[in-house]
């Protein structure tokens, strides 16, 4: 409530939410009554590799890894240690994924992870130029586990 509040929604988009009634999802066929099916357990860390760093027009994308925790995600730069750096999810406005409608479904292919303040991040796999993806999902998942509060942006094309 609050977070709708200070987000400017409007009264009535509240009110309609709070009056709306609860609809239980139905179980699973083959699903026992009675049991809970609690949520996998959330790692406490989840490496990344086969990233891409963009940096920009005057200095040279590098490959690394993420290290995601609770607390923070570091860049571990695979060509120069002082180009590492650390970002906390505190920090983070929103994830946004840019990805392409393909029949097989959606194929993501870059992450930018945007701050509240300073520059932003942006992240490529490294088989991307074959048609690879594999470490943008990893990405994406490991942030939906461990931060899910955090908003993720889908730019689809």
Known sequence: LIYLKENNVPEGVIRALMEAPLVA??????????????????????????LVRKTGLFKKN?????????????????????????MF???????????LARPDGRFCYELEFQMS???????????????????IKAVLAAVKALYPKLPIVEKIK
């Open 89 to 99: 999810p505190a920090g983070l406005k929103a994830l946004r994924a840019d990805c």
């Open 25 to 50: 999802a139905p179980l699973a066929a083959g699903a026992a009554v009675g049991r809970s099916t609690a949520p996998p357990p959330v790692p406490s860390q989840v490496e990344v590799d086969g």
């Open 117 to 135: 303040k300073g520059s932003d991040f942006t992240f490529t796999d490294a088989k991307s130029d074959v048609g690879g993806n594999e470490s």
């Open 62 to 86: 590098s490959g690394g890894k993420l290290v995601l925790t609770a607390d923070k995600i570091h860049w571990v730069d695979g060509k120069n240690q002082a180009d590492s750096f650390e």
